[in-house]
């Protein structure tokens, strides 16, 4: 078994936590003893954190709606979908029709870029951050 060093993804706190990892497969988790944010702490989501990294319910790969269906699609399909699919609502109901929401899962770095593209390429004020709910 090996040890792999990685940041928590569940929120923005960043704590530092290391994975077993098993036949290249992994088994479990541990703080980082000297991380400065987690200092040999997790909450119970980092705790769990190895449990959905293989479970049979986890997206891997983007789904488009065809004929009323989810069907597995490329990400440049599913990229063009989404940029039309704002675009089109844009030009018809304008753009406070749109709506985005901001995760606490991001970076400041990321939340910063979501709010700019939000104002900037979208055009409207509208986002908001799960953290404020």
Sequence with gaps: MRDVMTICCYCGCGCGLYLHVENERVVGVVPSRHHPVSQNNLCVKGWHIHEFIHHPDRLTGPLVRKKGHLVPAT???????????????????????????????????????????????????????????
């Design 75 to 133: 990400w440049d399909e599913a990229l063009d979908r989404t940029a039309d699919g704002l675009r089109r609502c844009g030009e018809k109901h304008g753009p406070d029709a749109v709506g985005v929401l901001a995760s606490a899962k991001c970076t400041n770095e990321e939340n910063y870029l979501l709010q700019k593209f939000t104002r900037a390429v979208l055009g409207t004020n509208n986002i908001d951050h799960c953290a404020r709910l």
